[in-house]
């Protein structure tokens, strides 16, 4: 292994433990006492569709053991759309508000995020969907609501392209993509935040898959792309800034019907 090689691969690997922080302790802001970050991205004044939370009549399994026993990644899909109901479980599952805050601070999920502080977003890249025209929608995770933001022309071609030449994932009915707003941990945990903020998306799409297996969807992980193509077609800027607003593409997964 050349120097080089080893050198990024040692990097690397550092990140991924607790004492990385060994250098000079920052105090956090959360500690200087700034106001904490926006708990949820804001509507961008699109249309807002709502969404169910009666999840009863599309489940088809309930037993725990069996959904865990039975989750893999799928790749292929029926000639079907998901349903606005069943997309409307999915966002709920992985993202969905139990209880906010008082003073607007964070929120409980249904998911667990590292100081409850939950810096991601979702966007949906719709291709087939009973009840929603194909484009790009942002769940507005407090509301429980879809938001949809635009038409994007050639959108299978496109996104099989930023991802990795994955068909499979170009042209899934629903293409769910998470980005991350990395203040909203940093302003807690500042240099601790970049590994918690990793943890918290791997209990995003565990999610995402269980769900789907309890409603008949599959689902697959993906962490291959182009990062600067994934970014551009959300229209973030994936320039290295450090400003309280940077967002960015960090995880991705296609669903169907199975």
Same mark, same amino acid.
């Given at each position: 292994?050349?120097?080089?090689?080893?050198?990024?691969?040692?990097?690397?690997?550092?990140?991924?433990?607790?004492?990385?922080?060994?250098?000079?302790?920052?105090?956090?802001?959360?500690?200087?006492?700034?106001?904490?970050?926006?708990?949820?991205?804001?509507?961008?004044?699109?249309?807002?569709?709502?969404?169910?939370?009666?999840?009863?009549?599309?489940?088809?399994?309930?037993?725990?053991?069996?959904?865990?026993?039975?989750?893999?990644?799928?790749?292929?899909?029926?000639?079907?759309?998901?349903?606005?109901?069943?997309?409307?479980?999915?966002?709920?599952?992985?993202?969905?508000?139990?209880?906010?805050?008082?003073?607007?601070?964070?929120?409980?999920?249904?998911?667990?995020?590292?100081?409850?502080?939950?810096?991601?977003?979702?966007?949906?890249?719709?291709?087939?969907?009973?009840?929603? &025209?194909?484009?790009?929608?942002?769940?507005?995770?407090? &509301?429980?609501?879809?938001?949809?933001?635009?038409?994007?022309?050639?959108?299978?071609?496109?996104?099989?392209?930023?991802?990795?030449?994955?068909?499979?994932?170009?042209?899934?009915?629903?293409?769910?993509?998470?980005?991350?707003?990395?203040?909203?941990?940093?302003?807690?945990?500042?240099?601790?935040?970049?590994?918690?903020?990793?943890?918290?998306?791997?209990?995003?799409?565990?999610?995402?898959?269980?769900?789907?297996?309890?409603?008949?969807?599959?689902?697959?992980?993906?962490?291959?792309?182009?990062?600067?193509?994934?970014?551009?077609?959300?229209?973030?800027?994936?320039?290295?800034?450090?400003? &309280?607003?940077?967002?960015?593409?960090?995880?991705?997964?296609?669903?169907?019907?199975?």
């Amino acid at each position: 292994m050349d120097n080089t090689k080893e050198n990024d691969i040692r990097a690397h690997r550092e990140m991924m433990k607790t004492h990385i922080v060994q250098g000079p302790h920052y105090e956090s802001d959360m500690q200087m006492k700034v106001p904490a970050p926006l708990i949820a991205k804001p509507a961008a004044g699109g249309l807002q569709i709502e969404l169910t939370k009666e999840f009863d009549g599309i489940l088809k399994k309930r037993d725990i053991l069996s959904i865990l026993e039975d989750r893999i990644s799928h790749r292929k899909y029926k000639d079907e759309p998901v349903t606005l109901e069943e997309l409307s479980f999915l966002l709920f599952m992985t993202q969905g508000v139990r209880r906010v805050d008082p003073k607007n601070k964070y929120t409980m999920r249904t998911v667990p995020s590292a100081g409850a502080r939950n810096p991601y977003e979702t966007y949906l890249f719709v291709n087939d969907v009973r009840g929603l &025209e194909p484009g790009v929608y942002h769940y507005l995770a407090l &509301e429980h609501k879809l938001e949809f933001l635009y038409v994007l022309e050639d959108q299978k071609q496109q996104l099989t392209k930023a991802y990795a030449g994955q068909s499979f994932f170009g042209e899934a009915p629903v293409c769910f993509v998470w980005s991350v707003i990395p203040y909203r941990t940093e302003w807690r945990y500042v240099t601790k935040a970049h590994k918690y903020m990793l943890i918290d998306a791997g209990h995003i799409c565990e999610n995402l898959y269980l769900a789907c297996e309890a409603i008949g969807c599959g689902t697959c992980g993906i962490g291959a792309y182009d990062q600067v193509m994934a970014d551009e077609l959300l229209r973030l800027d994936s320039a290295p800034l450090a400003q &309280e607003d940077c967002e960015f593409v960090v995880y991705a997964a296609c669903v169907g019907k199975v």
